[in-house]
């Protein structure tokens, strides 16, 4: 494709010679852009998740300007639209509930709209993921920005991480051992320049996904939110989505099977969200690239963790940057990834990160020194989770790896507030928490409370993990024994709603089970005695969420958005 302005799909609204022409570029006009904006030049749509309501997106305003700049260097038109932000310290009762709902705005603007090329501007966990499945769906070239992580936060002379420290300030404060002071003044400190969490959380872990599948130029996951070097990545977005127009680079050549096992290999290594699982699932779904939930057990468990950040490690994302990064990551797994994936600099993954080096070990391991020999999300299955349910070991207590203990049983988020901290529950260190009904549809919307606190008796006694299952899912920042996404959730009557105080449940982490011994024909009593329960909302866009998501191994997508529709217009209106 060239410049040729009958060549480019923008032409159906700015090349037309009559009345769509009059409008489409006469009510443009007036934001003073000259007559030659509309010579068939590229358009590019810079898709904004900019919003006073979501910190860790704020500074994308100003990122915006950057990548203006380059589209106009490289001879493009470059036209700024506001997608739903999802912020995620905010929005309740969970983002995730949303995130459907942004992918189908970001899918339907970029469609209906004289647009030939985007630049997705994302940052905080779900951003990144809905622009991405939206964008997908209609797969035009296509370039992310994230937005970079904070800084450091600092606690007194100390590194503190989001997420990861704020549940262990919680923590202590719980258990007594830090003042109310200290704990305002860990508050004012954790959060403290533009960007999303530094930790290896779920946007860490997604702007590091879209790097290695090769959807943002080399180094876009780690460089600060604050540092010019982001600026300028934004300026060398914008230079070169213009030429992918040209080049007809579309989203679907880009990411392939070959760049999402990659994906899977190199969010091991990172020690990356569990929260990858789900958006990765549902991204891929949306190009129609098979990917099953055992592909992130078989491709990434037995993967080598190498990268030092909390919350499986101890550093932040601000060290991650200067040690060099994701390309020195790629470097060291480059014997087990595919080197000549395609990215939207028009070369290879290996091609964008020859000669990358590592300058601080302590950050990132050698291959042949890791921090852990295999430490990827592992999948497991048993009578308690036919469909699956992953667990993160390298956040994992390694003596709680295998464990067969007495469940104690939550029937759903307000029957866990009302009893965790009770004195009198009947709970001890080696029993199994369980808590029913936080899945897609039970919730509705799989909120990040399957790291929930420990019982506060045990906390005072010093118990600090404990084996944890539920269908819901967790904070990339959380770190524990924690057994997740399992599906069927409690909700749609999966054995999880089965399960009863006092059963015996056993995990082995190594044999990739999870079971509860109760027997066949017990469970099948006690199915028969279950009733659905009602559900918490029946209409509006959570109403249609409920009728139609998908459960966690399938990705939480809904039906009905899974596959793509490409980037025609449904219909000429005249
Ligand atoms: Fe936005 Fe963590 S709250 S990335």
């Known amino acids: 494709m060239t410049g040729d302005n009958k060549k480019l799909r923008s032409a159906g609204w700015f090349g037309d010679e009559w009345h769509q022409g009059f409008v489409s570029r006469g009510w443009t006009k007036n934001q003073g852009h000259p007559e030659q904006m509309f010579d068939g030049r590229p358009v590019i749509g810079i898709c904004n998740t900019w919003s006073d309501l979501n910190?860790?997106?704020?500074?994308?305003?100003?990122?915006?300007?950057?990548?203006?700049?380059?589209?106009?260097e490289a001879g493009g038109?470059?036209?700024?639209?506001?997608?739903?932000?999802?912020g995620e310290t905010l929005m309740k009762p969970t983002t995730m509930l949303y995130r459907n709902l942004a992918s189908m705005d970001v899918e339907e603007s970029i469609r209906a709209n004289p647009l030939d090329g985007v630049v997705l501007l994302t940052s905080c966990d779900k951003t990144t993921p809905a622009c991405l499945m939206?964008?997908?769906?209609?797969?035009?070239?296509?370039?992310?920005?994230?937005?970079?992580?904070?800084?450091?936060?600092?606690?007194r002379n100390e590194n503190i991480g989001s997420g990861t420290d704020v549940y262990r300030f919680t923590t202590e404060l719980r258990a007594g051992s830090i003042s109310r002071l200290d704990y305002l003044e860990a508050e004012a400190g954790i959060s403290r320049s533009d960007g999303h969490c530094m930790t290896m959380g779920t946007a860490s872990t997604m702007a590091c996904m879209v790097e290695t599948v090769g959807l943002t130029l080399p180094s876009g996951a780690a460089i600060p939110g604050p540092d010019a070097r982001r600026k300028r990545l934004g300026h060398l977005a914008g230079n070169r989505i213009v030429e992918m127009v040209r080049e007809d680079l579309r989203m679907s050549r880009i990411l392939t099977r070959p760049a999402v096992e990659n994906a899977i290999k190199v969010n091991a290594a990172l020690g990356g969200s569990t929260n990858f699982v789900v958006h990765l699932l549902a991204i891929a779904g949306r190009l129609g690239v098979e990917l099953k939930l055992d592909d992130?057990?078989?491709?990434?468990?037995?993967?080598?963790?190498?990268?030092?950040?909390?919350?499986?490690?101890?550093?932040?994302?601000?060290?991650?940057?200067?040690a060099g990064g994701l390309p020195a990551v790629i470097q060291e797994l480059e014997e087990h990834l595919h080197m000549d994936t395609l990215t939207v600099t028009g070369k290879t993954l290996g091609e964008n990160t020859s000669g990358a080096q590592c300058y601080n070990r302590a950050v990132i391991a050698a291959i042949d020194k890791p921090l852990k020999e295999a430490a990827g999300i592992a999948v497991l299955r048993g009578n308690l989770c036919p469909?699956?349910?992953?667990?993160?070991?390298s956040a994992a207590s390694p003596e709680l790896m295998q464990h067969c203990g007495r469940a104690v049983v939550f029937e759903s988020i307000e029957d866990y507030r009302a009893r965790i901290d009770d004195p009198n529950l009947d709970v001890d260190k080696d029993n199994v928490l369980v808590l029913k009904g936080i899945g897609p549809?039970?919730?509705p919307g799989m909120p990040e409370a399957?790291?929930?606190?420990?019982?506060?008796?045990?906390?005072?006694?010093?118990?600090?993990?404990?084996?944890?299952?539920?269908d819901g899912r967790m904070s990339g920042t959380a770190y524990g024994t924690v057994i997740l996404h399992v599906a069927p959730e409690a909700a749609v009557g999966g054995p999880l709603a089965l399960v009863e105080n006092g059963d015996l449940i056993e995990l082995d982490v190594e044999k990739r089970s999870l079971n509860m011994v109760v027997s066949d024909e017990e469970l099948q009593s006690r199915r028969q005695a279950w009733t659905p329960p009602r559900p918490v909302v029946t209409r509006g866009y959570a109403g249609l969420y409920v009728k139609h998501v998908l459960q966690a191994d399938k990705g939480v997508?809904?039906?009905?958005?899974?596959?793509?529709?490409?980037?025609?217009?449904?219909?000429?209106?005249?």
């Open 55 to 72: 910190p860790c997106n704020a500074h994308l305003r100003i990122l915006a300007e950057q990548v203006k700049r380059g589209v106009y």
């Open 77 to 86: 038109f470059p036209l700024e639209f506001p997608v739903t932000s999802l």
């Open 134 to 155: 939206g964008a997908a769906s209609v797969d035009l070239p296509t370039i992310a920005v994230t937005g970079g992580p904070m800084l450091n936060g600092k606690f």
């Open 296 to 322: 992130f057990d078989r491709l990434g468990s037995r993967m080598p963790h190498l990268v030092n950040l909390m919350p499986s490690g101890e550093y932040l994302m601000e060290d991650f940057f200067y």
């Open 387 to 393: 469909d699956g349910a992953i667990i993160k070991p």
């Open 441 to 443: 549809k039970g919730f």
């Open 450 to 470: 399957g790291k929930f606190g420990l019982p506060k008796k045990l906390l005072q006694q010093g118990v600090r993990d404990m084996v944890c299952i539920s």
């Open 557 to 574: 997508d809904l039906d009905i958005l899974v596959g793509g529709s490409g980037p025609d217009v449904y219909r000429e209106p005249r």
